[in-house]
Nanobody, 116 residues
Framework: QVQLVESGGGLVQAGGSLRLSCAAS????????MGWYRQAPGKQRDLVAI???????QYADSVKGRFSISRDNGKNTVVLQMNTLKPEDTAVYYC??????????WGQGTQVTVSS
């Protein structure tokens, strides 16, 4: 059974930092592209950052220079370090594991709220 379990969300003031973690089980973690997506109320789920199996990263323009994604294949975890948070970063953040269209998995989400 595949599980992606996110942790680290919460309430923070603007300018602050949060560190989200996603622990994966039930998959061969090292071959999966891992990503973080977010969904604000009434909006679609959008890409925040991804990291390939080879370690290549990609970020949404809105978070470049503020967020950093990393992975630890030995611990089957992916981390999103979020700095200089803004109120517009408020959303539910989801972890995704992607290998192909029939091997794509999502976590349950973790709420991030940034107060102004």
């Amino acid at each position: 059974q595949v599980q992606l379990v996110e942790s680290g969300g919460g309430l923070v003031q603007a300018g602050g930092s949060l560190r989200l973690s996603c622990a994966a089980s039930g998959i061969t973690f090292s071959i999966y592209r891992m990503g973080w997506y977010r969904q604000a109320p009434g909006k679609q789920r959008d890409l925040v950052a991804i990291i390939t199996s080879g370690g290549t990263t990609q970020y949404a323009d809105s978070v470049k220079g503020r967020f950093s994604i990393s992975r630890d294949n030995g611990k089957n975890t992916v981390v999103l370090q979020m700095n200089t948070l803004k109120p517009e970063d408020t959303a539910v953040y989801y972890c995704q594991a992607y290998h192909n269209s029939w091997s794509t998995y999502w976590g349950q989400g973790t709420q991030v709220t940034v107060s102004s």
